[in-house]
């Protein structure tokens, strides 16, 4: 099965809520809520594939990124790790940088069902309060 690495980053803000974008209706995981991120590519750290598909996917670039754990998920036909970084620290102002729907939520408000099933664990630790 494909395995693939995916850099993905919970940028947040100083009133604690959380940059979300919204999948493609052609993607993967079609029309889930996501963090913004992508794959990481052979010759990348996870934290500099973090920094380019922040600037590619929301124009911010990246001045404070925290590792925060990995998740590990098998979809149907394909595998994925995701490395999650908090991103408390950036310049510019994150937007729909591709086109796709975006909005900030406040992690207390997060809704699980709404992303991906390899973000579950995560979203629960946010909600929690426990990040
Ligand atoms: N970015 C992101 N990807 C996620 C999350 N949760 C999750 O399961 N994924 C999965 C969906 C995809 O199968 C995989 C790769 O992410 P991606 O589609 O953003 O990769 P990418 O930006 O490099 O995409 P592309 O170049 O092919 O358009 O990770 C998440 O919160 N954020
Ligand atoms: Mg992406």
Excluded: C
Aim: charged share 25%; hydrophobic share 40%; net charge negative.
């Amino acid at each position: 099965m494909k395995h693939l690495q995916v850099a993905v980053g919970i940028i947040r803000n100083a009133s604690h809520q959380i940059f979300l974008a919204q999948r493609a209706a052609s993607s993967h995981m079609a029309n889930k809520w996501e963090f913004p991120g992508g794959k990481i590519e052979q010759d990348e750290t996870a934290e500099q594939a973090l920094k380019r598909e922040l600037m590619e996917e929301t124009g911010i670039e990246v001045t404070a990124a925290q590792p925060i754990g990995q998740a590990d998920h098998s979809y149907e036909d394909l595998r994925v790790t995701l490395h999650f970084f908090l991103v408390e620290g950036w310049h510019g102002e994150p937007w729909g940088k591709e086109g796709q729907p975006q909005r900030w939520v406040e992690q207390t408000a997060l809704v699980a069902e709404e992303f991906p099933p390899a973000n579950h664990a995560l979203i629960a630790r946010l909600v929690a309060g426990e990040i």
